[in-house]
Structure formats: structure tokens, C-alpha cells
């Protein structure tokens, strides 16, 4: 049922509109927000899981043949009766 005053009829049709202002006002200001997090991250250096996973796969197995080498180095080392090598890190230099 409508109502016959103009007063009321206006009314509501200020609130109806006023509703409409303040969602959209939300909606941009999300959206603006949203804008400014997509640059402040985008000029940051991220990379992605996939990315991370494979450098880290890559400096494990780096670690491994290391290690393997190492120990072939030793054999070789004691095979020839030769004195190991110092340890690379341990070894101290001046700069």
C-alpha cells in the first residue's frame, strides 16, 4: 500500500536514493583501496611458490654433489696419502 503524502513519498525516495549513494561510495572506495595494494605490492620483488620451491631444490641438490664431491676429494686424498685440504669455511682471509 502507498501512501498518499508527498511528504513520505519523498521521503522515501531520498532515503532509497541516499542507500544507493553510500553503496556505491563503498564500492569505489573498496575498489580504490584494492588499486593501491595491487601497487604497492607489484612494486615489491615476490616470487612465486612454484619459483621458491624450485631454488630450493636447486640449492639442496647443489648441497648433495657438494658433499658427494667431498667425500671423493677425500678418498682420493687418503688413497695418495695425501694431507685434506682445509675446509673452505673455515678458511679466513683478510678484506
Excluded at 14 to 33: F, I, K, P, S, V
Excluded at 44 to 64: G, H, I, N, T, Y
Aim: aromatic share 4%; net charge negative; glycine share 10%.
Amino acid at each position: 500500500m502507498q501512501s498518499e503524502n508527498p511528504l513520505i513519498a519523498d521521503f522515501v525516495k531520498l532515503a532509497n536514493a541516499a542507500a544507493g549513494t553510500a553503496a556505491g561510495m563503498a564500492r569505489e572506495a573498496r575498489e580504490g583501496a584494492r588499486e593501491r595494494v595491487r601497487g604497492v605490492v607489484g612494486g615489491l620483488d615476490f616470487v612465486s611458490r612454484e619459483e621458491f620451491d624450485a631454488v630450493k631444490d636447486m640449492a639442496r641438490l647443489a648441497r648433495e654433489e657438494n658433499e658427494a664431491l667431498k667425500a671423493r676429494i677425500a678418498a682420493l686424498e687418503a688413497k695418495l696419502g695425501i694431507s685434506p685440504a682445509p675446509d673452505a669455511g673455515s678458511v679466513k682471509t683478510d678484506g
